[in-house]
């Protein structure tokens, strides 16, 4: 059984890790029921495991948080759907490959919902879109924007942080990094492409499409707000 969580109040991120903590140890333990938390972060930044200090390019904008889970630096804030995904990995595989390719396939399938086709790169963390109407890149290729990142921790088989996906956040936060590392490419959300959806929509969409990802079977708990 997974529980939904959504938060309507803008969450602190040290609040966040807390409870993603304590509650991953609880699906360990077998007290608590796997979770997927809906919310949004306060502008700010966060570093991965394998983030480089130069990527770093503008330290004084926004608080920067350094965690322990995998990937680069990324963004976080108002207008972007953060889905911190607490699944315990011992009952659904302990394959960590296919769960990241899993949280793919769940955004894609999200992004999809509103007709937009999502895809992954090799080498290149993240589910991002091609921009015809853009100006090609120096070598000719078609213009890439990042649309969502993924970044997650497994502690004992338990997941934690997880994914996000720019629905209207101020794409000029991005500007003080370089996402995950990767130059050359921009960043998008769903109403800079041109499409003016909601929160509640990507929330909803993310409902329906999660069960095509994960496999699931059963109803998901009733959902509390916070």
């Given at each position: 059984m997974v529980e939904?969580?959504?938060s309507r109040s803008l969450v602190p991120y040290e609040e966040a890790v807390a409870f993603m903590e304590a509650r991953a140890e609880a699906i360990r333990s077998g007290h608590a029921d796997e979770a997927i938390w809906l919310l949004e972060h306060p502008p700010l930044y966060t570093a991965g495991t394998s983030a480089r200090i130069e990527d770093l390019t503008d330290p004084d904008r926004f608080p920067v948080h350094w965690t322990r889970r995998g990937g680069q630096f990324t963004y976080h804030g108002p207008g972007q759907r953060v889905v911190y995904v607490m699944l315990d990995l011992s009952r659904r595989g302990r394959d960590v490959r296919r769960f990241v390719r899993q949280l793919e396939e769940w955004v894609i399938a999200t992004?999809?919902?509103?007709?937009?086709?999502?895809?992954?790169?090799?080498?290149?963390?993240?589910?991002?879109?091609?921009?015809?109407?853009?100006?090609?890149?120096?070598?000719?290729?078609?213009?890439?924007?990042?649309?969502?990142?993924?970044?997650?921790?497994?502690?004992?088989?338990?997941?934690?942080?997880?994914?996000?996906?720019?629905?209207?956040?101020?794409?000029?936060?991005?500007?003080?990094?370089?996402?995950?590392?990767?130059?050359?490419?921009?960043?998008?959300?769903?109403?800079?492409?041109?499409?003016?959806?909601?929160?509640?929509?990507?929330?909803?969409?993310?409902?329906r499409t999660f069960a095509t990802a994960f496999g699931e079977t059963t109803p998901p708990k009733a959902e509390p707000e916070t």
């Open positions: 939904w969580i959504t992004l999809a919902e509103f007709n937009v086709r999502g895809e992954t790169r090799d080498g290149r963390v993240g589910v991002w879109v091609t921009r015809p109407e853009r100006p090609p890149l120096p070598d000719g290729s078609p213009r890439e924007d990042k649309i969502a990142a993924i970044g997650v921790r497994i502690r004992r088989w338990v997941s934690f942080h997880g994914l996000s996906i720019n629905v209207e956040p101020d794409l000029s936060h991005f500007d003080g990094i370089v996402p995950c590392g990767i130059r050359g490419h921009g960043v998008t959300s769903l109403v800079d492409l041109g499409l003016p959806v909601t929160m509640d929509e990507v929330d909803a969409a993310l409902r």
